[in-house]
């Protein structure tokens, strides 16, 4: 079992343009919710899929969005890129069990 | 407000030493409470949780944590330290009727040789 794997690991873009981080969840998951690790900063939680649709939403603007695929891949989509959006974005798979939660290793998103 | 803290930033302690790492938490209603670490450059690693049931959990590595009700606390604790056991760790909170954690801000366990 490969566990949570994201791509790419690192990427470098400048602001105002738009970026698209994927992720597979665990195997026999069907839950994936994004965060986004700033600097310093504990993971803040974006979005989670379930079912091909969001499920739940934390305090992030509309420039982030994401889907979610039929094999329970996921992509997160960011528009507008801002110098503020340089983070470590971590994906997290469950399934029923919500208490059940795993993390991949995350991309290094770099705005210049 | 539903929220979790951590009161460190960091935490030395040397090698062969208990460590503890703090974590309390605000909640209307009966939390589910876990610990994360994280080595430089990486994702997050399990290391355990506090659904119901016992207040003292152990989990991977050696590590333990309790859970006191009254202090809303989960701290997080280990008999004797090790150096490997340097990294970044994160209490998390997942509240009544959610199905997402809530993290604090973490705290780098260092420990010295």
């Known amino acids: 079992d490969a566990g949570v794997t994201q791509s790419p690991t690192h990427l470098i873009k400048t602001r105002g343009q738009q970026v698209t981080l994927r992720c597979s969840p665990k195997?026999?998951?069907?839950?994936v919710s994004w965060y986004q690790q700033a600097l310093g900063q504990g993971p803040q939680f974006i979005f989670q899929y379930y079912e091909e649709e969001e499920r739940q939403r934390g305090n992030f603007p509309d420039r982030f969005s994401g889907h979610q695929f039929p094999n329970y891949s996921s992509e997160l989509n960011v528009n507008a890129l801002l110098l503020g959006d340089s983070a470590l974005y971590l994906c997290?798979?469950?399934?029923?069990?919500?208490?059940?939660?795993?993390f991949g290793p995350g991309t290094r998103l770099t705005v210049l | 407000a539903q929220s979790v803290a951590q009161p460190e930033d960091q935490v030395n302690v040397a090698e062969g030493n208990p460590l503890t790492v703090k974590c309390t938490y605000s909640?209307?209603?009966?939390?589910?409470l876990f610990w994360y670490v994280q080595y430089p450059n990486r994702g997050l690693q399990f290391l355990l949780k506090y659904i119901t049931g016992d207040n003292l959990v152990k989990g991977s590595y050696g590590f333990e944590a309790e859970f006191n009700k009254s202090q809303t606390s989960f701290h997080l604790k280990k008999p004797s330290a090790l150096v490997s056991d340097s990294a970044l760790y994160f209490c998390?909170?997942?509240?009544?009727?959610?199905?997402?954690?809530?993290f604090g801000k973490g705290t780098m366990l260092l420990v010295s040789p």
């Open positions: 909640v209307s209603g009966n939390p589910y």
């Open positions: 195997s026999g998951h069907d839950t």
């Open positions: 998390a909170v997942r509240f009544p009727g959610y199905s997402t954690l809530t």
């Open positions: 997290a798979s469950s399934g029923p069990d919500y208490n059940e939660q795993f």
